[in-house]
């Protein structure tokens, strides 16, 4: 009999949300042993389709198929037991259990009742080795880093030996180096005859990776191509709808006064007994773009916890237009002028189950615009104000204000909290990712956003791990490496391959001779 030749075929699928067509006669066909990559901007539909593929919702219309018979995934349970997998773009992971205990939660090996956790943890170990997924199997989830939680979740599909991958914007917070690595994973995943759905924004891993790509627009399917007889500036035009502009423009920066200074700050860390930020010393001036770069993991996140009054500081001065803030609560800091769009969107940047209107006044709800003196919010101010923002910033949300953030897709999520942040008109902008698991046309418009901000005499503390945004973003980098600051770099001077031996440590020595 031959071999059928689909792995998997989704047939006119159409899902609706309440005021949203998610997906609109959809048809996706993916070749056994192939990486078929799916772009499309945020709210595109991508993860709509991929969820329904892995049992999370059930369309109203259309069939799938496997090997080329009609199955029906009413759960992810059934997506499992036909050997379908998916990392998740926001990940499903028990914050307060191990790294083992999530891998193994739900297809756990037991003995007489008692749980096989040395043969598991064998496995996982096995399976981390030979893909490259190092990771540290007692490790708490809320103690390690969003890379290290991605590949969690990659080991949970390997453990459960699916065969059908999906990776919902699996690079959105990796660094360059893990995502080289991950896309080297995909590859000798595919070569082993796994098949790889690949939701992803980012046309270079496309170009990189895929075999095939699947495009959608505003919840219909616009095509399929073959990526090798493609350009990139073809896939952005059949995604967008128009050109995209790749380059950053942006004038020379004319910095003026200091806004924020750091002297000599430290951070605990929650995994050692190190500090994870260790003595720090550096200022942001009025007028410019400073970029923290560096591997994940170095210290970047507590610098900006301490910065921002999310984690208590164990030494040092942060100094906010000449005032020291080093132990003032967040609402003080935020009322004088900082603004922070967080690393981690839903655990800092929204309230999920709060309305898209009421996420976008959460730092201003008392000013007296919103609340009147009997303490009463006023919704007809608000309602307006949050109308305004997302016509602003183009969020794209079912029902607009009244809309549930956590209903929303990731990008548009950003684009709410980006809305937010820079319409409080700060004086010190700290940007963490704040392009993560944005498109090509949100990217552009953010990047004109913070330039914008940069222009208008604003002071911006960029953390990125996107090598292409530190190098035409940033006036400055300073690159941090294990909690200390290795070396200052000039964007219009420094080359990349620099930037990625500071980035590893490698030339911190070198530097200090």
């Known amino acids: 009999m031959d071999s059928p030749q689909y792995a998997i075929e989704m047939l006119n699928i159409t899902k609706v949300f309440p005021g949203i067509i998610a997906n609109d006669n959809v048809t996706l066909q993916l070749k056994p042993g192939e990486i078929h990559a799916l772009l ?5 539909g991508k993860s709509t389709l991929m969820s329904i593929l892995f049992g999370l919702y059930q369309a109203e219309q259309g069939v799938i198929k496997k090997n080329g018979e009609v199955v029906k995934i009413a759960n992810p349970n059934d997506a499992n037991a036909l050997g379908i997998g998916m990392v ?29 956790r040395d043969k598991a943890r064998q496995k996982v170990v096995a399976l981390s080795e030979k893909y490259g997924l190092s990771v540290n199997p007692d490790a708490l989830i809320e103690d390690i880093s969003v890379g290290m939680q991605q590949r969690t979740e990659i080991l949970k599909m390997l453990y459960r030996d699916n065969e059908i991958l999906i990776f919902d914007e699996p690079t959105a917070v990796l660094t360059p180096q893990e995502i080289k690595e991950l896309l080297q994973i995909m590859k000798n995943l595919s070569a ?17 990776v895929a075999d095939r790509c699947t495009v959608l627009r505003k919840g219909k399917y616009i095509g399929t191509v073959d990526v090798a007889g493609c350009s990139k500036d073809q896939l952005s035009r059949m995604m967008v709808g128009r050109d995209v502009e790749f380059a950053v423009h942006k004038e020379d920066c004319a910095p003026t006064d200091v806004v924020l200074e750091v002297e000599d700050l430290s951070v605990a860390s929650k995994l050692s007994k190190k500090n994870a930020v260790n003595h720090v010393s550096f200022q942001v001036r009025a007028g410019e773009i400073v970029c923290i770069a560096g591997i994940d993991g170095n210290g970047q996140t507590e610098l900006v916890y301490g910065i921002s009054g999310l984690e208590n500081v164990t030494g040092g001065k942060i100094i906010l237009d000449g005032t020291d803030i080093t132990h003032m609560p967040i609402r003080r800091r935020s ?16 309230v999920l189950d709060y309305s898209l209107e009421d996420n976008l006044v959460l730092q201003r709800y008392f000013e007296p615009e919103f ?8 919704r007809k101010n608000i309602r307006e104000y949050a109308d305004r923002l997302i016509e602003e910033y183009d969020v794209r949300s079912g029902q607009g204000a009244v809309t549930i953030a956590r209903s929303m897709s990731g990008g548009n999520q950003q684009k709410a909290i980006i809305a937010r942040e820079i319409d409080r008109d700060p004086r010190l902008l700290i940007a963490v990712q704040p392009t993560r698991g944005l498109d090509v046309g949100a990217i552009e418009n953010i990047h004109r956003q913070i330039v914008a901000q940069r222009d208008a005499g604003k002071a911006v503390l960029l953390v990125s791990l996107e090598l292409d945004e530190v190098m035409t973003l940033s006036d400055r980098i300073l690159v941090m490496y294990e909690g200390e600051i290795v070396g200052q770099l000039d964007p219009k001077t420094a080359t990349v391959e620099e930037l990625g031996l500071y980035m590893a440590g490698a030339k911190k020595e070198a530097d200090k001779q």
Not at 97 to 106: A, E, M, P, T, Y
Not at 200 to 206: R, S
Not at 335 to 350: Q, S, V
Not at 371 to 378: A, C, E, M, P
Request: glycine fraction near 10%; include cysteine; charged fraction near 25%.
């Open 192 to 208: 082993e005859g796994k098949s790889i759905l690949f939701i992803t924004h980012k046309l270079n891993e496309i170009m990189e």
């Open 40 to 44: 499309g901007e945020n709210g595109a």
């Open 88 to 116: 998740h773009q926001h990940f499903k992971l028990v914050e307060c259990f191990s790294v083992l205990d999530n891998i193994i939660l739900g297809d756990e090996d037991t003995s007489h009742g008692f749980l096989q």
């Open 371 to 378: 609340t009147d003196k009997f303490g009463f919010l006023r």
């Open 335 to 350: 009322m004088m002028g900082m603004a922070h769009i967080p690393e981690d969107r839903h655990k800092h940047g929204l």
